[in-house]
């Protein structure tokens, strides 16, 4: 069974990592390079809803109209050289090594209250792992709330399940498919989703779901071969997130990460990682054995 660490700042990335493909959550009170990244999401959010109140806009615009705010905001954060920067100095605070380590650009998610838009640019994960999504399994997954959380509006973990086979359509999955069609159509969906996620096919239980309720900034970190959920937002606000992934050229290299239990998506999103100290990005010789191993 999975363990939580708490405020554990001294621990080597090393063992952090170790401990995480081992299905181990690490849990974050806000350091001060997340909350710099949190602050400077919130003032493009703050900016792209000026004057309404960004958690509240939703009860006051037509689902359209929150469209055209946060799809243009969502690409305008990702896209941010600072946007880079700060992430660099999350990875550095945390002990990361530099030169050594590689990051996907963070991506800002978006979850209304009460099902007003739960798909495209809002889309409400349901239960996954990122394997499943064809990331490697070397991949660390870090998720910062940028407002403070309340349990109806969550990230919902589901560690009972680590090391335990999910029936899932992650088979369906190709990556650079992925690319060429889904990502172009997220602005176009609104009431469904007709991209194609990898989803469970069997139900999963609740029984033993964990929800860090934590204020903005705190981080929680965990491995992308964690079974895990948009938690559905019943809390009257709406939900505001970042998250980015990073990986190791050493477990690259070598091979380590979590246990494959069950996916069996093809295409890899190691050609999105770029390296912290210059976002250069991981040679392709790299990418391509590593994608054959490291899966
Ligand atoms: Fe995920």
Not at 95 to 117: I, K, Q
Not at 199 to 219: F, K, Y
Request: glycine letters at 6%; a negative charge.
């Amino acid at each position: 069974m999975p363990n939580v660490y708490f405020d554990f700042f001294d621990i080597a990335d090393d063992t952090r990592r170790q401990r995480i493909f081992e299905g181990d959550i690490f849990l974050s009170s806000a350091l001060s390079s997340v909350t710099s990244l949190c602050d400077f999401a919130k003032s493009m959010i703050e900016e792209a809803f000026f004057p309404a109140d960004p958690q509240e806009a939703q009860f006051h615009l037509a689902v359209e109209e929150f469209i055209n705010i946060i799809g243009p905001l969502k690409s305008r954060f990702t896209n941010h050289g600072r946007t880079k920067e700060l992430v660099r100095n999350v990875i550095s605070e945390f002990g990361g090594d530099l030169d050594r380590t590689y990051f996907d650009v963070p991506r800002l998610r978006v979850v209304t209250h009460g099902g007003y838009l739960t798909a495209g640019v809002g889309y409400a994960y349901r239960p996954h792992r990122d394997i499943w999504y064809a990331s490697p399994t070397s991949q660390v997954n870090w998720w910062t709330p940028v407002y403070r959380l309340e349990a109806e509006r969550a990230l919902s973990l589901y560690p009972n399940y680590w090391g335990r086979r999910v029936q899932n359509s992650s088979r369906e999955f190709d990556y650079d498919e992925w690319c060429r069609i889904g990502r172009q159509q997220a602005a176009s969906q609104i009431e469904s989703d007709t991209r194609r996620h990898p989803l469970a096919e069997e139900e999963i239980s609740t029984d033993g779901e964990l929800r860090p309720v934590c204020d903005a900034g705190a981080m929680i970190s965990f491995s992308s071969a964690q079974l895990h959920a948009t938690a559905a937002n019943t809390s009257g606000l709406t939900r505001f997130s970042l998250d980015f992934r990073t990986l190791h050229l050493d477990d690259l290299e070598s091979g380590t990460g979590a246990h494959n239990v069950d996916s069996a998506a093809t295409g890899t999103t190691l050609g999105d990682f770029i390296s912290v100290s210059n976002f250069s990005a991981l040679p392709t010789e790299l990418i391509r054995s590593a994608s054959l191993v490291n899966k």
